[in-house]
């Protein structure tokens, strides 16, 4: 019944084995095939075993315990590993040919094993419901409730109130708290909101902004980055302000995704150990300075690294002198590793692990035998990383690039095509879940916290205002944080209103261009910072061309500004969005 759920606990090992739930006729409602490299889930709708629902999960982690949980829902199946939820729903199916029921599972079947799997422990139905199937409701009227607060604070008030209330501490609380537990319903999951460290969390103005504006999420499992953080500040109360907040935030952001040695692909770091470790390693003063003055945005590319901890000390043990500062760190990578194609012993690099010597590919392997773009870029990661310098692999065609924080700007390293063409790695998170050229917008505007947390607050206030007044809200965002492409992202939709008069459009436009182009006077030469909001207007331009009257004065003015903003557009990579 909705609610029941069976769990079955133990030590995974590169085994098959399988989990069914079955009527007494043998029929079988539901397998599922945990396999070493994918775990099967099949749903039979016939008399006969037929494939009508099929879903496939990433495989368990080898050599670890589990807890796997199938829980009965309304009308659909959740499945669970180690407490995280792994689909929103699955469906079951009611017999087509006599209508049986899933009330007609008689028993469970767990069939397979050997290769060291180990089953410890296997609990069925009984009286105790799912945790998620008792609290959701409760979860889901706290929503609303929020969403009603919000709504009474926002609707029909002016801009400037509006902005006053996104910058109190109430309106700032509510409205991420809001956004973050809307985030984690539409995962299908809940968090515990009665519990202290999670409670702390969503009710500390700093700790939540600082959460929700330190960039996405990979796989949207906030619930699991709550978790992280809230265990962090459990283990370690000095975690609720300045460096270890912030080494906090990045931990759980970061770790929320699967974080992989890129060692031993199979194994993965642990996101808290990691933390505690890099605690240590800060108190011994072992990091740049880009570690201590970071925001938790950028501490994500460092606590974020595929290097073990053991491989981060034999980097910082065997870096080469004249390499061990914070501007040439990564660059060391093309005097310790060499290009090579084939080992020492003719062995292809594209044969994978036999070039490595079927041994584990830590830094030191790279070093000793070689490597092609991707090691090398690896390593340049990797070394930075471990100095306490923000890094990540990008990818380019045909190439595996990296970009690195130097100077307080990212440049990329190992370069073969530019930022134009530079795009996302496997298993890396990125800002808006965009390319790589999207790392220097970010930045910008990390440095400038401020701003960017009203601008994100204010694109959140937007959804709850008369629709005829969402534009003015996000052209204040915009204006307010023009690096924040979220907002961008909103503009269209708040232009698509049919009810926003076209004058309040044209003035927005009108007003924004006077200030940037008597700001620019002002100087003989504009950085690429100070010129921001110069490329995205262009954006804006196109996007409202079509909302506007015709033949408006201010066009003109904004084709002066062309070939200063295709240079700017390129270097934010919008040029590909507006074509």
Known sequence: EPGDFIEVIGTYNKATFSINLKANNGHNYLHIGFRPTHTTVMNDALPHWGYEVRDSYPAFASGKNFKYTIMVDNECYRFFLNDELRSKTFPFRFNKLNQESIKNVAYVEISGGGNGLKINKINMPGNKKHELYVNRDSFNNKISELKKIVTSKIAGRTLDKLKSYANSNEGSISLFKLELLEKIKSSGSIIDINNEEIGWLLNNREALEMLMTSGDLLNNNWRKAVKIVAEIIKQDPEAKEG??????????????????????????????????????????????????????????????????????????????????????????????????????????????????????????????????????????????????????????????????????????????????????????????????????????????????????????????????????????????????????????????????????????????????????????????????????????????????????????????????????LQSLQICREVH
């Open 243 to 568: 460096l270890k907040l912030r080494l906090a935030v990045a931990t759980g952001l970061t770790f929320a995704y699967p974080v992989h040695s890129q060692a031993i692909w199979s194994n993965l770091i642990d996101g808290i150990e990691r933390y505690h470790q890099f605690v240590k390693w800060a108190k011994e003063k072992l990091f740049f300075t880009p570690f201590y003055q970071g925001t938790a945005w950028h501490l994500r590319y460092i606590v974020g690294s595929w290097q073990t901890n053991e491989e981060l000390v034999w980097a910082r043990k065997n870096i080469l002198k004249d390499y061990k500062n914070e501007d040439k760190v990564a660059d060391v990578t093309h005097k310790m590793i060499k290009y090579k194609l084939y080992n020492d012993d003719g062995v292809s690099v594209h044969s994978g692990a036999p070039y490595y010597y079927n041994k584990p590919i830590t830094l030191e392997a790279y070093h000793k035998i070689g490597a092609v773009c991707g090691g090398i870029s690896r390593f340049a990661v990797g070394m930075a990383q471990a100095h306490g310098v923000p890094a990540l692999m990008v990818g380019q065609p045909g190439h595996c690039a990296y970009i690195w924080y130097r100077k307080g700007q990212w440049v990329i390293g190992n370069d073969i095509s530019g930022w134009s063409k530079s795009d996302t790695h496997s298993y890396i998170q990125y800002s808006w879940k965009r390319k790589a050229p999207f790392f220097p917008a970010m930045d910008n505007a990390q440095k400038n916290l401020n701003n960017y947390r009203l601008s994100e607050k204010l694109r959140l206030a937007a959804r709850f205002s008369d629709p005829r007044d969402k534009f003015e809200v996000i052209e204040a965002a915009s204006s307010i944080c023009p690096q924040n492409y979220a907002v961008w992202q909103e503009m269209e939709l708040a232009l698509e209103e049919p009810t926003l008069p076209k004058d309040v459009v044209h003035q927005a436009l009108v007003n924004e261009l006077t200030s940037i182009r008597k700001a620019n006077l002002k100087k003989e030469k504009s950085t690429d910072c100070d010129s921001a909001l110069i490329p995205l207007l262009g954006v804006r331009h196109l996007l409202v061309m079509s909302a506007l009257p015709k033949q408006v004065p201010f066009l003109a003015t904004l084709h002066s500004f062309e070939d200063k903003s295709k240079k700017l």
